[in-house]
């Protein structure tokens, strides 16, 4: 989509052989480059680079994160590194490219960077685009209150290729039923809180993997995570945290749960913290939840 619209323009296209922090960083100075898309991964190594701060980037208008949530701490070193020019959108293969967009200008107020509440978000819906928050019954909920979203416009699918079936389910009438959970704020900003196949339930509580992502994130060892629920016999589901840490440094999960206790509810608690070298991922950077799922749930009749 990058490309079409730069080669439109008579603009220029750089592509590189793989996703290098370092072959990213010097092809932003050495071409200039002005518009930039990169899952949150990605950039997380980008700003562990030792040379990330030794390089211009000021030809950079927009740098676009999308794909997976990004964390809000690591946001911050973003815009500090790269400058007023990150940009969040939202959107999916059945929904391509914008549904929402949070501008550059929009991480800021009075010169400032924004609030957590305005990081953590994905920006409001774009121009022809219906979206709305429904419950389990499709009816709209109040603004403030967790629904899936659900979006109506052109850009949307006519359907799954020979799959009338599953067109039926995600599509109601006229409207994409994304499997994403979230919420609108009072500014009319969309906050997503998480897949809806990634809820946990332990103890009869409906927890959102996401609000614990964000504080885990941001422990400076800590380079990425993934919540999930493990099987438990007691609570039913365990919500288990799975760490990959930043290269040469260290923490103990004593010491990530501790910051987790400081900041969520004793339901929302990692009860099991476990390291891993390197979390799976697919091609666009998103982590592989149900993969890492399958190895806690093996032997199990049930998944849930």
Not at 71 to 99: I, N, Y
Not at 152 to 169: E, F, I
Not at 241 to 266: H, K, P, T, Y
């Amino acid at each position: 989509l990058f490309t079409l619209a730069a080669l439109a323009q008579g603009g220029r296209a750089v592509i590189l052989p793989k996703a290098e922090p370092e072959l990213i960083i010097d092809a932003i100075q050495q071409h200039r480059v002005t518009e930039l898309f990169l899952p949150p991964t990605v950039i997380y190594r980008m700003l562990d680079h030792p040379a990330v701060t030794q390089r211009d980037y000021s030809s950079l208008r927009y740098f676009v994160y999308a794909a997976a949530p990004m964390a809000v701490e690591k946001l911050r070193r973003a815009l500090k590194v790269f400058g007023p020019c990150m940009t969040q959108v939202f959107g999916q293969s059945e929904a391509p490219a914008l549904c929402t967009f949070l501008a550059p200008e929009e991480h800021f107020v009075d010169g400032e960077i924004a609030s957590d509440d305005v990081l953590s978000s994905c920006g409001h819906p774009t121009p022809f685009v219906q979206l709305r928050i429904l419950d389990e019954g499709n009816c709209e909920v109040p603004r403030g209150e967790k629904g899936e979203i659900c979006v109506r416009s052109d850009l949307v699918t006519p359907g799954y290729y020979k799959r009338p079936d599953l067109t039926d389910q995600a599509i109601i009438d006229g409207w994409l039923h994304t499997g994403d959970v979230g919420f609108y704020d009072p500014e009319g900003r969309l906050h997503i809180c998480d897949r809806k196949k990634d809820m946990i339930i332990s103890g009869g509580f409906n927890i959102y993997p996401q609000e614990i992502e964000q504080v885990i994130w941001s422990h400076p060892a800590v380079q990425d995570c993934a919540v999930i629920g493990t099987p438990d016999g007691e609570w039913g589901e365990a919500v288990t945290a799975v760490v990959e840490l930043n290269a040469g440094m260290q923490a103990s999960a004593d010491d990530i749960l501790a910051l987790c206790r400081s900041r969520l509810g004793r339901t929302k608690v990692p009860k099991r913290l476990d390291f891993i070298d390197s979390l799976p991922r697919s091609a666009n950077g998103k982590v592989l939840k149900r993969e890492l799922r399958s190895g806690y749930w093996q032997g199990q009749s049930r998944q849930v």
